[in-house]
């Protein structure tokens, strides 16, 4: 069964620090997205992209959030600097296009002391 | 602002029961989609339905559309412990945005 991979799975830093998470989505996927779920906000979508090109980052907040995807098999969501308000697990799902069933990794799950 | 959002937050029933959750959304859409969670997994797809589908299943699900009242119900008969998960609507809007918004899901717990 094809996947989409995410890591780590768990990461816990002291605010202030630099957190990369990793998304290999599934073989042939042409979109990929971002989300960050939360018990208050429920799943928001951060960014997503089509054929490598980012298309929508609104979601997400720019001084501080990236999203890249420098090959067809990775695509990075970085913090810098991190925030204790930055906990919270994210999610990358790919997709074949946008409107269709989006397949989610298992998420990283983020805690920032 | 969340397009789709999920009625009950929570629902607790017994094994073998059937769960009805409902989905509310505020504008057109293209199609709506279910989804599954378990406890510390992503999200996983069940059922996609069309705008012009009424009603559509899968195994132990049902989904109905009724897009004169923008609304949705996944309907799971005999439920089993194992469908113990939350779940998620999320609908696709029409207009050219092509991108799934979520809602923030119902509980369920299926009691053995």
């Known amino acids: 069964d094809a996947r989409v991979t995410q890591t780590p799975r768990h990461k816990v830093t002291e605010m202030g620090q630099e957190v990369t998470m990793r998304c290999q989505p599934i073989l042939g996927h042409n979109t990929v997205f971002w989300y960050r779920q939360t018990m208050m906000q429920g799943l928001e979508l951060l960014a997503y992209?089509?054929?490598?090109?980012?298309?929508?980052d609104s979601g997400m907040p720019k001084d501080r959030f990236s999203a890249e995807m420098p090959d067809a098999t990775l695509a990075t969501l970085k913090i810098q600097p991190s925030e204790p308000r930055d906990s919270a697990v994210y999610f990358c799902?790919?997709?074949?296009?946008?409107?269709?069933?989006?397949?989610f990794g298992d998420g990283t799950r983020l805690s920032i002391l | 602002s969340q397009q789709g959002e999920e009625d009950p937050q929570a629902l607790s029933i017994q094994e073998g029961e059937n769960a009805t959750m409902n989905c509310s959304y505020k504008t057109s859409i293209n199609n709506l989609q279910w989804y599954r969670q378990n406890s510390g997994r992503g999200l996983v797809h069940l059922i996609l339905i069309r705008s012009n589908e009424r009603e559509k299943h899968s195994g132990r699900l049902r989904v109905t559309l009724d897009t004169s009242k923008k609304s949705s119900s996944l309907l799971i008969t005999a439920s089993r412990a194992a469908d113990t998960a939350s779940y998620f609507c999320a609908t696709d809007p029409s207009g050219g945005s092509y991108i799934p918004t979520f809602g923030r899901g119902t509980s369920l717990i299926v009691h053995p």
């Open positions: 799902a790919s997709g074949l296009i946008t409107s269709q069933p989006q397949h």
């Open positions: 992209f089509r054929n490598r090109a980012p298309l929508d």
